[in-house]
């Protein structure tokens, strides 16, 4: 683990609210010199504090109206048959997240496609041809309440 000081946490806490953030402007938000913000940034960078940048893109805006959370249980739980499941979902490009769970299920899939018939293609062609999955399903959003990639840094300190 990456010990956070606060002006680490200070850096970090205005690079996710604005990527395009230089080295200039993050040392005037923070009154701190050039040098040391731009040496503490490739530092986070470094060690993998900050894995990449991205641009956030707004999904509905480019015709991707329906995400799904769809909950995948295995047949077989050997390291071989895990293996190929994750390496064919991640994959796939509608699958925008995929997490290991505990539960009654073995992963948790967050998909975003244009509607649901796409859903529809996606559950039955891709999934469906996996030969590991013993069953799914599927909770369709209805609406957003928030949607944030912002981790709290500054939580407790002062």
Same mark, same amino acid.
């Given at each position: 683990?990456?010990?956070?000081?606060?002006?680490?946490?200070?850096?970090?806490?205005?690079?996710?609210?604005? @990527?395009?953030?230089?080295?200039?402007?993050?040392?005037?938000?923070?009154?701190?010199?050039?040098?040391?913000?731009?040496?503490?940034?490739?530092?986070?960078?470094?060690?993998?504090?900050?894995?990449?940048?991205?641009?956030?893109?707004?999904?509905?805006? !480019?015709?991707?109206?329906?995400?799904?959370?769809?909950?995948?249980?295995?047949?077989?739980?050997?390291?071989?048959?895990?293996?190929?499941?994750?390496?064919? !979902?991640? @994959?796939?490009?509608?699958?925008?997240?995929?997490?290991?769970?505990?539960?009654?299920?073995?992963?948790?899939?967050?998909? !975003? !496609?244009?509607?649901?018939?796409?859903?529809?293609?996606?559950?039955?062609?891709?999934?469906?041809?996996?030969?590991?999955?013993?069953?799914?399903?599927?909770?369709?959003?209805? $609406?957003?309440?928030?949607?944030?990639? @912002?981790?709290?840094?500054?939580? $407790?300190?002062?």
């Amino acid at each position: 683990m990456y010990n956070l000081d606060e002006t680490d946490a200070k850096i970090l806490h205005l690079l996710q609210q604005d @990527a395009t953030l230089k080295t200039r402007e993050l040392s005037e938000k923070l009154n701190l010199s050039y040098t040391p913000v731009y040496e503490r940034v490739r530092r986070l960078e470094k060690e993998g504090v900050i894995r990449k940048y991205v641009a956030l893109v707004d999904r509905e805006k !480019v015709g991707k109206k329906l995400m799904a959370f769809c909950n995948i249980a295995l047949k077989e739980h050997s390291k071989n048959m895990g293996e190929k499941f994750v390496k064919a !979902v991640t @994959a796939m490009p509608e699958v925008m997240e995929c997490f290991n769970i505990s539960g009654d299920y073995d992963f948790l899939l967050k998909v !975003v !496609v244009d509607d649901m018939s796409q859903y529809q293609q996606f559950l039955m062609q891709k999934l469906g041809s996996l030969e590991n999955i013993g069953s799914t399903h599927s909770l369709f959003v209805m $609406g957003e309440i928030k949607n944030s990639s @912002a981790l709290e840094m500054l939580s $407790g300190k002062k």
